[in-house]
């Protein structure tokens, strides 16, 4: 049903791969954005658009590995990225130990990316337990992204025992902060009842504030329930 293949879609979130979601009275589930690794996504978040194509200076690098040599967490997440990014030299294993320097000095960021590394496979051994682990402590810092990674992981029950409610409690946390896919995940859990009572007219909040942002699996579930009438005021 529905509410399943939206709940894989949540562990494949972000269009990481398009795809078409058939079934009677279905629409289209088709991000028609371009699908980006999870990897670029995040190195997006953190850099101007325009330096994903092109290296930082030499000098910049240069002042950062520095800082990084003595102990400066901040740097040592700045080279991490560096590493991490297509066109400079991307050398994940690199990428990973410099991230994994910064979340061990408690750098939030350096726990969510080094959390997406371990799911990912990347410099590292793939492990969704250690993924969890690191996107727990990057969560309890406020992270709105790394509260939505854990719900996802706590929904599908990856590298942690399946807990309906605290997938929906950390994806709550995530959607209160504006995160878009936050909020379409906690309007699925409200309009089919997980971890949460039964609620349409908050899944209809929820979808309508991610599809605002141009969310578009919210867009898509927003039309699904516009065109079932479900909780929507004739």
Not at 38 to 55: F, N, Q, S
Not at 85 to 114: C, M, S
Not at 158 to 163: A, E, L, P, Y
Request: charged share 25%; glycine share 10%.
């Amino acid at each position: 049903d529905r509410a399943n293949r939206n709940c894989k879609y949540a562990c494949e979130r972000e269009a990481r791969h398009d795809r078409v979601v058939d079934g009677e009275g279905d629409a289209l589930l088709v991000s028609e954005h371009v699908a980006h690794a999870v990897i670029d996504r995040c190195v997006e978040r953190e850099l101007p658009h325009e330096e994903l194509h092109r290296a930082p200076e030499a000098s910049q690098r240069r002042r950062w590995s520095a800082a990084a040599a003595q102990q400066d967490a901040a740097a040592q997440y700045q080279l991490g990225l560096v590493y991490a990014t297509e066109g400079v030299g991307q050398d994940f294993v690199a990428a990973a130990e410099w991230l994994r320097k910064a979340a061990d000095q408690g750098h939030p960021k350096g726990h969510n990316y080094i959390a997406v590394l371990y799911e990912e496979g990347r410099g590292v051994p793939q492990d969704f337990s250690m993924a969890v682990e690191w996107w727990r402590r990057a969560a309890d810092h406020g992270l709105a992204d790394a509260q939505d990674y854990l719900g996802v992981m706590y929904d599908n029950g990856t590298g942690v025992g399946r807990d309906p409610e605290q997938a929906f409690a950390w994806y709550r946390r995530s959607a209160e902060q504006g995160h878009a896919a936050a909020q379409n995940n906690l309007g699925l859990m409200y309009e089919i009842g997980r971890g949460t009572s039964l609620n349409y007219s908050e899944a209809l909040k929820w979808y309508r504030r991610s599809a605002e942002q141009g969310w578009a699996q919210a867009m898509a579930n927003l039309a699904l329930v516009y065109v079932g009438g479900i909780g929507v005021e004739p």
